[in-house]
């Protein structure tokens, strides 16, 4: 009789110790599982908080062109979200050129673009002009939209006569702005998504 008592209650010690791994085991797992959420839910309130910034950065400016030369300023922000991928692209961080503005002379650089060619994507080299800041870079940019390309002085007149931030997209990537075929689209999406054409009013 005492050697059953003793099996049987190492055989209860061995189920409890199994248990207790148990237990722990789902511990770590649900804590780890927690933690990750954390980190998660942290990286995407800092990407949040850094895209808000960004827009309150551009948006002054962005304002001020639409009231002196009536380039939405919703359309000149999300281009320049975009083009420069909220401000952290090479061409943005590091020569305050926002919009992928093309130039020659000593106040540019040589830097790697994709272009959207003959129904793909490629990387090209191309020059590009260099900014003082960012503000810059969006009054340069309005000056394109007003002063039109050397080939054409009213390319982009459309964009500048349109009554709603829609068909001002549509008029840019009906005058070529950008080789992206879905780009007037893309930047209605931008303008709906983070409410950009509260700043139009």
């Known amino acids: 009789m005492a050697r059953k008592r003793k099996s049987h209650k190492k055989g209860r010690n061995w189920g409890l110790a199994i248990l207790a791994i148990l237990v722990i085991f789902m511990a770590v797992y649900v804590g780890h599982h927690f933690y990750v959420r ?3 839910e ?5 990407e949040q908080n850094s895209k808000r910034l960004f827009i309150q950065a551009i948006a002054p400016e962005s304002q001020a062109m639409q009231k002196q030369y009536h380039v939405y300023a919703s359309i000149t922000m999300a281009q320049a979200i975009l083009e420069s991928d909220w401000g952290s692209s090479k061409l943005a961080a590091d020569y305050h050129n926002l919009f992928g503005i093309k130039g020659e002379g000593e106040n540019s650089k040589v830097l790697s673009t994709k272009e959207y060619t003959n129904g793909k994507w490629v990387v090209i080299k191309g020059r590009f002009r260099v900014y003082d800041s960012w503000a810059d870079s969006i009054k340069d940019h309005t000056q394109l939209m007003v002063k039109g390309t050397a080939y054409n002085q ?4 459309e964009v500048i006569n349109a009554t709603d931030y829609q068909t001002a997209a549509r008029a840019l990537q009906k005058a070529g702005y950008a080789t992206d075929p879905d780009y007037a689209q893309k930047l209605i999406n931008v303008i709906k998504t983070y409410n950009l ?3 139009d009013r």
């Open 38 to 40: 954390y980190q998660q």
């Open 197 to 199: 054409d509260q700043y």
């Open 154 to 157: 009213q390319n982009y007149q």
């Open 42 to 46: 942290q990286i995407i309130k800092k």
